[in-house]
């Protein structure tokens, strides 16, 4: 999947202009979850806005040494918040701000593929509430992921050894491990 997680850094990067043109401040840090924003004392400063990535893949085996995957890929959109962002409070101008933020991620995202990964349709969305002075928004997607590496392991045999014992010379001296 790194692959993929390349391509969504590459495409935000390109996408930049869309969040300038409307007075949103581009994606600045793109990184693997971690939970980073949960626990911020464990791991270096980040710049905001953030996207993390995660992905859960289910495998099945194909003819021809290839596995066809069922992939769900969430981007956690990390923002910082001044202030409460609820519908009816005197932020409704952040509260838009921050929906647009959703919508441009999103609309950057929606379709991205690779030669080994189908285009990425949304699923889900849903919000965090949980961390103070941050606005954290999750949206999920899904794609099919064709894997054939499993051919570079064809010649590879896994065994265990009991005993092994080594012979040889080194220089004039003879050795036995």
Same mark, same amino acid.
């Given at each position: 999947?790194?692959?993929?997680?390349?391509?969504?850094?590459?495409r935000?990067?390109?996408?930049? %202009? +869309?969040?300038?043109? *409307?007075?949103?401040? /581009?994606?600045?840090?793109?990184?693997?979850?971690?939970?980073q924003?949960?626990? /911020?004392?464990?791991?270096?400063?980040? /710049?905001?806005p953030?996207?993390?990535?995660?992905?859960?893949?289910?495998?099945q085996?194909?003819?021809?040494?290839?596995?066809?995957?069922?992939?769900?890929?969430?981007?956690?959109?990390?923002i910082?918040?001044?202030?409460s962002?609820?519908?009816? %409070?005197?932020?409704l =101008?952040?509260?838009? +701000?921050?929906?647009?933020?959703?919508?441009?991620?999103?609309?950057?995202?929606?379709?991205? +593929? %690779?030669?080994?990964? %189908?285009?990425?349709?949304?699923?889900?969305?849903?919000?965090?509430? =949980? /961390?103070?002075?941050?606005?954290?928004?999750?949206?999920?997607?899904?794609?099919?992921?064709?894997?054939? =590496?499993?051919?570079?392991?064809?010649?590879?045999?896994?065994? *265990?050894?009991?005993?092994?014992?080594?012979?040889?010379?080194?220089?004039?001296?003879?050795?036995?491990?």
């Amino acid at each position: 999947m790194l692959q993929i997680y390349n391509a969504i850094k590459d495409r935000l990067k390109e996408c930049e %202009s +869309k969040f300038k043109v *409307q007075g949103l401040s /581009p994606v600045m840090h793109i990184d693997y979850d971690k939970g980073q924003y949960l626990r /911020p004392q464990d791991f270096e400063i980040f /710049p905001m806005p953030a996207v993390f990535y995660t992905y859960n893949i289910t495998w099945q085996d194909r003819p021809g040494k290839t596995q066809l995957g069922t992939a769900t890929i969430d981007l956690k959109i990390v923002i910082p918040t001044s202030s409460s962002i609820a519908m009816n %409070s005197a932020t409704l =101008s952040e509260a838009e +701000k921050v929906l647009r933020y959703h919508l441009t991620v999103h609309s950057c995202i929606h379709g991205l +593929k %690779s030669p080994s990964v %189908s285009g990425l349709r949304r699923t889900q969305e849903s919000d965090d509430p =949980s /961390p103070i002075g941050l606005h954290i928004h999750t949206i999920s997607y899904t794609c099919e992921v064709t894997d054939n =590496s499993t051919h570079l392991l064809a010649d590879y045999v896994d065994a *265990q050894v009991d005993d092994l014992v080594i012979q040889g010379r080194i220089g004039a001296k003879n050795f036995q491990i």
